[in-house]
Every structure is written in structure tokens, then in C-alpha cells.
């Protein structure tokens, strides 16, 4: 029996992650689909977003979304994240662009074992110490380097731009309890962390293995979001609260919008996991892996076998 409605497009007429927009973030207003596109409509009006080259969809308080627009968001493989107001809040997110799970079971196996992490633990923050030796370091030892680094960049970006930095404070609870830069890393890391999160589900892997940062679902967020923050969010803070905007958390997020505008961001983002993930194997051959729609059977060793094959016959 033929499947009724148009059908799905095929994984090589999609757009990959890496060449999407990075988010758009959407708050009251009704999300629904017209042709291949979906419609966002509030008093304004009606905007229509091309959702095949869309990377993620933010939908935040006051949202309405319904169900052929979730149908035509899956089948175009854009991820979909459920937030609260100015983004502080995480609450769901949609499906993976990827078919393949070789960067998940790499990540499994890599933080499963105590060396093979801390192996990749040591190459992370060698990414953000390229001038250094982070081989021989212990995790103590890397947590005392980033904790000084942190606050020496905090430091910098306070004498560049003449915000005033006392320390991090911030309540989950009320975000606008602290003060304008608390508030502008807030909205800007949250961001950062939704966008992180797109790229790390639609490639397949598990946002909740870290291996620096550990019992969380979002572990693996936030250890790919420490590598950019310094470069990207934490100036980015300082110059909203330079600014003296009104909407501080808005502001912010249109900023970190702006700045990952054209999907240079996004690329990165995708080549740096694949590099702690898989680092012997070339970028462009894990992502045409990982969009092969293949099912394997595990064969007891190292080796797989063809899936959809009758075994234990003449």
C-alpha cells in the first residue's frame, strides 16, 4: 500500500549540518508548514523559513507548532529544541540528521575507558592552549589551567571594554537578577549551548557523554562549548554590557546570532568533533558515512556483518 502525502526527500537533497543555518529562535507565534517551507505567524504577520537548510529551531514561550510542521522539520532532518523565555531554559529536543552511529559507539567506547578519556580530555584543552604541552597533564592539573585561564580572560575583557567583573553569579531561577554582564554570558552561553547541542544530535553522537564534564544530560554540551567560549561569547557579553542595552538577554542572542552567521560556526563545530571523536579518519569520509542509511549486525569481535540476511541456513 502506497504511503498517502508527498514523500520524504532523500538524504543527498538535503543541506548538510555543517552548510545550514545556525538557529532561528521563535516565540509567540504559530508555527505550521505551506508547500516545503514552514510559516511562523504572529501579529506582525507570517514569515516563511526554508526548513531544508534550517540547523536547528528554537521554539520559546508562547509557541504554537503543529503536526506537518514537525512532520516536514523531521523529514529535512533539522533539529527542533523546546527553550524557555530569552533562552535560559532547556526542556526537549527533536531527531538526528545522521543515519549512521559510528560517532556515537567512538564516543561510548572512548569515554569508557579512564585512559582513552582522559586522552580526549587533554586534546580539548589543547585546542584552547595551542602554544602548550598538555600531554602529560593530569585533570587536576587541566582544571587549574583553565580555571586561571578563565579569569584572566575575564580580567582582559573587563579592561577592554570598562564593564565592571566582580565573579560568575547568576540564578537559574530569576534571570534577571543579575547583573547586565551576568545576565549578557548567560544569554550568550545558553545560545552557544543550543546551537552545540543542534550540531551534537544531528551527528549522531550523545549529548549526555562528556568527558570533562560528567552526570549530566548535557555533558558533551557543555565540553564542546568550553572550546569556544572565549574566542566567541565571553567578548561578545562584555560588549552587550558595554553597550548599556535595554533588552540585555535579546540583544545577546541576536549578537551570537550574527556572529555565527553564514555557517562558518557550524562547520568548525562539526570538524572539531569529528577530530576528537575519529581523529585518524579524514572529516569528509565520516560525514558521507554517517549519512549511509546502513543497518549492521554485531558479529561477537570487532567485526560487523550485513543486516537483512537470513543467517543459519544450508
Known amino acids: 500500500m502506497k504511503i498517502p502525502g508527498a514523500p520524504p526527500p532523500s538524504l543527498p537533497e538535503l543541506v548538510r549540518v555543517e552548510d545550514r543555518v545556525s538557529f532561528i529562535y521563535l516565540e509567540r507565534s504559530v508555527v505550521h508548514r505551506e508547500s516545503n517551507a514552514i510559516t511562523a505567524t504572529d501579529e ?13 529551531l528554537l521554539l520559546g514561550p508562547g509557541t504554537r507548532v503543529s503536526h506537518h510542521a514537525m512532520m516536514l522539520l523531521a523529514e ?3 533539529s527542533v529544541v523546546w ?24 564516543q561510548a567506547k572512548l569515554v569508557s575507558n579512564q585512559n582513552s578519556r582522559l586522552a580526549v580530555a587533554r586534546e580539548m584543552y589543547a585546542m584552547r592552549f595551542p602554544d602548550e604541552n598538555t600531554s602529560g597533564l593530569t585533570m587536576q592539573q587541566l582544571r587549574g589551567k583553565e580555571g586561571a585561564r578563565v579569569r584572566a580572560i575575564y580580567r582582559a575583557e573587563s579592561q577592554r571594554t570598562g564593564v565592571p567583573w566582580d565573579k560568575r553569579s547568576y540564578d537559574v531561577e ?27 544530535v544531528a551527528l549522531g553522537c550523545s549529548p549526555g557523554l562528556g568527558f570533562v564534564h560528567t552526570g ?10 568550553d572550546l569556544y567560549k572565549a574566542e566567541l561569547t565571553i567578548p561578545l557579553a562584555f560588549d552587550i554590557a558595554a553597550e548599556q542595552m535595554m533588552d540585555v538577554g535579546g540583544s545577546t542572542r ?17 570538524a ?23 543497518v549492521l549486525l554485531w ?10 540476511t537470513s543467517y543459519g541456513g544450508d
Open 299 to 308: 558479529d561477537g569481535t570487532k567485526r560487523a556483518v550485513p543486516g537483512g
Open 254 to 270: 541576536r549578537a551570537v546570532r550574527d556572529a555565527m552567521y553564514g555557517g562558518a560556526f557550524l562547520k568548525r563545530c562539526v
Open 76 to 78: 529535512s532532518g533539522s
Open 83 to 106: 527553550v524557555g523565555e530569552q533562552g535560559v531554559r532547556y526542556y526537549a529536543h527533536g531527531r538526528s540528521l545522521a543515519r549512521s552511529s559510528r560517532l556515537l559507539e567512538a
Open 216 to 225: 549530566h544530560v548535557r555533558s558533551f554540551v557543555y565540553d564542546i562549548a
Open 174 to 200: 530569576d534571570f534577571s537578577a543579575g547583573d547586565p554582564i551576568n545576565q549578557a554570558l548567560s544569554a550568550a552561553h545558553t545560545s552557544l549551548y543550543g546551537v552545540v547541542h543542534s550540531v551534537i
Open 44 to 56: 506582525r504577520g507570517t514569515v516563511h523559513i526554508p526548513v531544508a537548510s534550517l540547523g536547528t
Open 272 to 294: 572539531d568533533i569529528q577530530h576528537l571523536l575519529l581523529p585518524d579518519d579524514d572529516a569528509e569520509d565520516v560525514s558521507e558515512e554517517l549519512a549511509e542509511d546502513v
